[in-house]
């Protein structure tokens, strides 16, 4: 009856599908693909919206873009007036549904970039946000240490302040010719000026001119025998070498323009931009991503979302061509026209001139940006191969070792307790090698009193596999405990003689240094010779220390509750259900402690137990505010313990 009832549904949405495909209109404008549940999954542009959306449900599809086409349940569309609006308005709605099959930047276009601010006493700063705020900005840059070693430069060259609040006297800085002390001395607003338009000749590429400059005031200091600004002089010259070195001229103008390639395989796409700032190319940035679209429309998609909210733009920009393309009647290639429709476009948006080199060393540029992101491209899938091939091999040899054949599943256990205080245990789960996070698990000792390490793995093991079988869970090909015989022994007496199952279990022994130094296999436990140089060793290493690191941040967890609850505990007239009251309520120690003795009332909390709440946990600051830090929600997300 279900598969029926799929049945019809599955013909209701293609009839559904097939009325609203008729009524697509012969115009541009951007369409959004839903699923199952409403949720857009994909935002596309078209030209021509009607052939466009069409082209989804017709025909045959490679691999990647049928999975999108299977989760297809229904779409809308919204006409636009140009293409130019479509380009926009696409790159709006996926910022704003941020679809799973869109090409997705998130902070890819966050680059540094040198700014001199607009104030009286202007500084130079490295910032990433780029704003309309009348300071002047240079870049990007490629990274952050590159434009902090740029701003190094340009600060032993201009002593601009460095302050960002004027301070009550002269700082280091002053002392060190590196500022001319506004916060002590008047400062010529005409001095200012010079330093800023030197700085902006800087770095428009004019540090050749300033070079030339510094090397003139070096002579005229030498020949007057003021030695020491001669070497001063000579020093800063040597600077703006070992800044500019890495700087290799690609072109013979002096044109700032960022150059973009692209390649794709297996369902990924690589796009690579060269940085040209004054005809130098000073780095390049690499993007990798999945696409599921067409090819050419995701990786424009890629460069709108990178552009729109970066008003620091080149003077120029050079993409490739779309490849093959057919020739129209009029003997011109439909290449071209689609080339001018999305340089227009660009240019009509970004206000900045947008090219399809065809020839000569601008195509060439265009071909060495494509040429580096297949490269990498290519890199990426021989690093996940080879790195397949190493962990399915360990895999295997590890089963070999044993003498238990092929090992899939690996399920490692390790405790942790401060003398045996919050004690708690956790499981990791590896499967081919990898870990699998979604299967990891934790555990609050509930039976064991003290620290005794060898009956809190009983209880854990016990725990595990009973729900294992009880919910007919996959079995491990092999358990691994943290420890040595004694925790073995305790893992293979639960599974054998309790349970009735009889699945290998490995030790992890460390060595004085806590490092992973033998596995233990076997009943009585014996060594298995494997090399530590091995890729079988490393392997084992990794599961140590990821149950390890999983097991610690859980007891850390607990511990940081345990202090909290023990913090409110202390305190008369609150019980465990006021607490959890407060805690729900405030979130936390610290928003408790900054509360006022209004905000108590919605709880039923009077003004004298408010009174004495705050009075006891501002009282002493230290232990509570270690607790509260202790208590923060870490990142990412975990298992419930079990």
């Not at 002053?174 to 001395?185: I, S």
């Not at 001063?232 to 700087?247: C, N, T």
């Not at 859980?554 to 202390?570: G, I, P, Q, W, Y």
């Not at 003795?597 to 004495?612: H, W």
């Amino acid at each position: 009856m279900a598969d029926g009832r799929n049945g019809e549904d599955r013909e209701h949405i293609a009839e559904a599908i097939r009325r609203k495909l008729a009524l697509l209109p012969d115009k541009p404008g951007c369409y959004l693909m839903k699923n199952r549940e409403g949720t857009i999954i994909y935002v596309g542009k078209a030209k021509v919206l009607k052939n466009r959306v069409r082209s989804y449900f017709t025909g045959s599809h490679d691999g990647k873009t049928q999975r999108l086409v299977a989760e297809i349940c229904d779409f809308e569309y919204i006409v636009t007036a140009s293409n130019m609006e479509a380009l926009i308005l696409e790159c709006n709605l996926i910022k704003k549904h941020y679809p799973r099959y869109n090409v997705l930047l998130k902070d890819d276009k966050s680059f540094p970039y040198i700014k001199i601010t607009h104030e009286k006493h202007p500084r130079l700063e490295v910032t990433r946000k780029v704003v309309k705020d009348k300071g002047k900005y240079f870049g990007p840059y490629p990274n952050a240490f590159a434009a902090q070693q740029t701003k190094k430069l340009l600060d032993r060259l201009y002593p601009l302040r460095k302050c960002r609040t004027l301070p009550d006297k002269v700082c280091l800085y002053y002392h060190l010719g590196q500022c001319v002390a506004p916060c002590e001395f008047e400062v010529d607003p005409g001095e200012y000026e010079r330093m800023v338009q030197e700085i902006t000749r800087f770095l428009n590429g004019g540090h050749e001119a300033i070079k030339e400059e510094l090397t003139r005031k070096m002579h005229a200091a030498a020949e007057e025998l003021n030695f020491e600004r001669a070497k001063e002089l000579r020093d800063q010259i040597a600077s703006i070498d070992a800044v500019m070195e890495k700087q290799t001229i690609t072109m013979t103008d002096a044109v700032d323009r960022d150059v973009f390639g692209y390649a794709v395989d297996k369902g990924w796409m690589c796009v690579q931009i060269l940085y040209m700032r004054a005809g130098k190319m000073i780095e390049r940035h690499v993007s990798q991503f999945p696409y599921y679209g067409d090819e050419y429309d995701d990786f424009i998609t890629f460069v709108t979302q990178y552009y729109s909210d970066n008003p620091a733009l080149p003077k120029e920009i050079f993409l490739p061509s779309p490849d093959q393309r057919e020739r129209d009647q009029s003997g011109e290639s439909a290449a071209a026209e689609s080339n001018r429709e999305i340089a227009d476009s660009l240019e009509s948006w970004l206000r900045v001139k947008v090219h399809h080199p065809q020839r000569g060393k601008k195509k060439q540029l265009v071909t060495m940006a494509c040429d580096n992101a297949r490269v990498a491209l290519e890199e990426k899938f021989r690093l996940i191969e080879r790195d397949e091939e190493r962990t399915v091999g360990a895999v295997r040899s590890l089963g070999e070792w044993i003498g238990t054949g092929t090992i899939r599943r690996i399920e490692a256990f390790d405790n942790s307790n401060i003398q045996g205080t919050d004690p708690v245990s956790a499981m990791v789960v590896f499967v081919d090698g990898k870990p699998d996070r979604k299967e990891y698990r934790k555990y609050k000792i509930r039976t064991v009193q003290g620290p005794d390490d060898y009956e809190t793995m009983r209880e854990v093991i016990r725990r595990r596999y009973e729900r294992v079988l009880k919910e007919q869970l996959p079995l491990p090909d092999l358990i691994i405990v943290d420890g040595g015989r004694g925790q073995m022994s305790a893992a293979i007496d639960v599974l054998e003689n309790e349970l009735g199952l009889f699945i290998p279990v490995g030790g992890l022994a460390k060595d004085v240094k806590h490092k992973t130094a033998q596995l233990l296999i076997g009943d009585p436990p014996q060594v298995v010779p494997i090399p530590r140089d091995s890729q079988e060793f490393y392997l084992l290493q990794r599961i140590q220390e990821e149950v390890h690191r999983f097991a610690v941040t859980f007891h850390r967890e607990r511990r940081a509750k345990s202090m909290v609850a023990s913090t409110l505990d202390s305190i008369p007239g609150i019980g465990e259900k006021r607490r959890k009251l407060l805690l729900k309520h405030f979130g936390s120690l610290k928003k408790i402690r900054e509360a006022s003795v209004d905000d108590f009332r919605p709880l039923g909390i009077g003004e004298k137990l408010a009174r004495d709440i705050l009075a006891a946990l501002n009282g002493d600051g230290g232990e509570t505010g270690a607790a509260d830090s202790a208590a923060a929600p870490s990142g990412g997300a975990v298992q419930p313990a079990e």
